[in-house]
């Protein structure tokens, strides 16, 4: 089954950006990568998908290595909000199976 | 547009009894998965029901069990219950699984005791 690696916990100021990375090293041509993030007390929610391109939405940017090998989640201006547990999920078409990485705690110092 | 709704929010059973939790959709949509999250092993998939058929299931026991109905809404079961099926359950719902965007709701807290 492909996996995703990602760091256990990030720091970062207010106002700056943010770069969570994600590895998938064992990722298919037809897998999508996802980004889920969840806030405490609530249930994830969608942040970002992509498959080969970067891509952006009003919430971040995704940015994919060529080889998609590995994957780079943006907050261009975190606020405290944004503190949450992020989750890089593979879509594994192939088996149809959803796997979740063990996520990243992003911390938000004001 | 309503949200996704789980119910109850909270729920404590003791060892060996079963318990079973709802699961509304966003209206649309036909996809509802569930997920388990516990400290130790983080969000596991269980399983995906699309038209009131499982199309995909985790690696869970067959104590875990569920079923969508005609209106979408779907309910997940667990006989049996264990200690360490204490966890927040969560379902999801989608226009359709593995190219939409999951929706989830806020979850049901089971405790087993």
């Known amino acids: 089954d492909a996996k995703t690696t990602q760091p256990n916990s990030m720091e970062s100021n207010e106002e700056e950006p943010v770069h969570l990375p994600c590895n998938h090293s064992?990722?298919?041509?037809?897998?999508?990568i996802h980004w889920y993030r969840q806030l405490p007390s609530q249930g994830p929610e969608y942040v970002i998908h992509?498959?080969?391109s970067n891509v952006n939405n009003r919430m971040a940017s995704l940015a994919i290595a060529e080889d998609r090998k590995s994957s780079t989640l943006i907050l261009h201006r975190a606020t405290l909000r944004d503190a949450a547990v992020y989750y890089c999920?593979?879509?594994?078409?192939?088996?149809?199976?959803?796997?979740f990485g063990k996520g990243t705690r992003l911390h938000i110092l004001p | 547009k309503a949200g996704v709704t789980q119910t109850p929010r909270y729920l404590i059973k003791t060892r060996g009894q079963q318990v079973t939790l709802s699961c509304s959709p966003i209206?649309?949509?036909?996809?509802v998965s569930w997920y388990q999250q516990t400290p130790g092993q983080g969000l596991q998939f269980l399983f995906e029901?699309?038209?009131?058929?499982?199309?995909n299931k985790g690696n869970f026991p067959g104590r875990f069990s569920g079923r969508q109905f005609s209106n979408s809404r779907s309910e997940m079961n667990v006989s049996t219950l264990e200690l360490g099926d204490s966890a927040l359950y969560l379902c999801?719902?989608?226009?359709?699984?593995?190219?939409?965007?999951?929706?989830f709701g806020p979850g049901t807290r089971l405790t087993v005791l």
């Open positions: 999801a719902s989608s226009l359709d699984w593995n190219t939409d965007t999951q929706y």
């Open positions: 064992t990722i298919s041509g037809t897998d999508y």
């Open positions: 999920i593979l879509i594994e078409r192939r088996d149809d199976k959803i796997i």
């Open positions: 992509g498959l080969t």
């Open positions: 209206s649309g949509h036909r996809s």
């Open positions: 029901y699309f038209s009131e058929t499982q199309r």
